[in-house]
T-cell receptor, first 113, second 115 residues
Framework: AQSVTQLGSHVSVSEGALVLLRCNYSSSVPPYLFWYVQYPNQGLQLLLK??????LVKGINGFEAEFKKSETSFHLTKPSAHMSDAAEYFC???????????FGSGTQLTVLP | GAGVSQSPRYKVAKRGQDVALRCDPI?????LFWYQQALGQGPEFLTYFQNEAQLDKSGLPSDRFFAERPEGSVSTLKIQRTQQEDSAVYLC?????????????FGPGTRLLVL
């Protein structure tokens, strides 16, 4: 079985400040981890993913995430928030032979001017 | 089109009505997924197709939910005798081959409201 916990359903940051969105996972086998972003009335768009290899993963729009096995975490960061980053962010996991993604409950990011 | 498309985008149904939701995946994508996203929640898996074969339907909440993909391209999710708890956004996603590490590309969803 696999699961994802996203700490903080709402996060607010000032424009230009660091963005940190937290994700912890549970998986009985090595996980594959994803971050998706969802803008209002749009589908989910992949930001980045970790499969194997380098644990620091860079994605689109300046986002990156680090896979930490010892902490079972995959937190998403961006050094400097932009107004256009305001959206809902979902962490997801899959593993083993599973094809489907298991999502967290999401974090709504607000960027304050 | 370049992306996954879904129709209708919005559907209002009276309790007890049947509804059909359509998904057009990216051309050439073998795998197709349906997810249900309740308000304020993350998407939850419903079912998975590889070509026309429905390989996993473990997430379908009841026998009122039925999905098909008869020619391995367009898929339809049908909900019979809709209930208020069926109100949600239904998301379709496709991927090229369907292995575990592949990116799934999502459509904009169909927002279903059951009154």
């Amino acid at each position: 079985a696999q699961s994802v916990t996203q700490l903080g359903s709402h996060v607010s940051v000032s424009e230009g400040a660091l963005v940190l969105l937290r994700c912890n996972y549970s998986s009985s086998v090595p996980p594959y981890l994803f971050w998706y972003v969802q803008y209002p009335n749009q589908g989910l768009q992949l930001l980045l993913k970790y499969t194997t290899g380098a644990t620091l993963v860079k994605g689109i729009n300046g986002f990156e995430a680090e896979f930490k096995k010892s902490e079972t975490s995959f937190h998403l960061t961006k050094p400097s928030a932009h107004m256009s980053d305001a959206a809902e962010y979902f962490c997801a996991v899959t593993s083993g032979s599973a094809r489907q993604l298991t999502f967290g409950s999401g974090t709504q990011l607000t960027v304050l001017p | 089109g370049a992306g996954v498309s879904q129709s209708p985008r919005y559907k209002v149904a009276k309790r007890g009505q049947d509804v059909a939701l359509r998904c057009d995946p990216i051309s050439g994508h073998v795998s197709l997924f349906w997810y249900q996203q309740a308000l304020g929640q993350g998407p939850e898996f419903l079912t998975y197709f590889q070509n026309e074969a429905q390989l996993d339907k473990s997430g379908l909440p009841s026998d009122r939910f039925f999905a098909e993909r008869p020619e391995g391209s367009v898929s339809t999710l049908k909900i019979q005798r809709t209930q208020q708890e069926d109100s949600a956004v239904y998301l379709c996603a496709s991927s090229l081959v369907g292995n575990t590490v592949e990116t799934q590309y999502f459509g904009p969803g169909t927002r279903l409201l059951v009154l």
